[in-house]
């Protein structure tokens, strides 16, 4: 199945849109942070070569079963992406930011994936799953900044 490509979405003082070229300063940054090379695949290594292929990867177009995006509101996303597929989020066990973020946006925890995922350390780790369907209440943010 053919993702649609992601429109841009206002979310707030947010912009939730799609990645571009000229984001690679960004994600080369955040790639010298040692806790985002572990929870990623093997071949990020923190060199700008591994950023661009990265990069490239999320600003190509053709088929693709998900839609990346570069700056996220949970629950806008949530919203946006229900017109095209269900929403899942897996994460590390220890990557308690992306938990925050899936349940800030409705998702509800459905289980642990069992050393579902060999991260950039080369050891299979185990992942939490979150997923959220359509018919679920969408969450208040207005009360967040």
Request: no cysteine; aromatic share 6%; net charge negative.
């Amino acid at each position: 199945m053919t993702v649609p490509d992601p429109a841009e979405v206002p979310a707030g003082p947010l912009l939730l849109r799609p990645w571009r070229p000229g984001d690679l300063d960004d994600v080369w940054s955040a790639m010298q942070d040692p806790a985002l090379l572990i929870r990623n695949a093997s071949s990020l290594d923190g060199s700008r070569a591994s950023a661009e292929e990265w990069l490239a990867r999320r600003t190509g177009a053709g088929e693709r079963q998900f839609v990346p995006w570069a700056v996220t509101d949970a629950a806008a996303g949530a919203r946006w992406g229900f017109a095209a597929l269900p929403v899942e989020l897996v994460h590390a066990v220890g990557n308690t930011a992306s938990g925050r973020v899936a349940e800030e946006a409705g998702s509800t925890s459905e289980g642990r994936l069992r050393r579902s995922y060999r991260y950039g350390d080369g050891v299979e780790h185990d992942e939490l799953l979150w997923a959220r369907l359509a018919e679920d209440d969408v969450p208040d943010l207005s009360t967040r900044s």
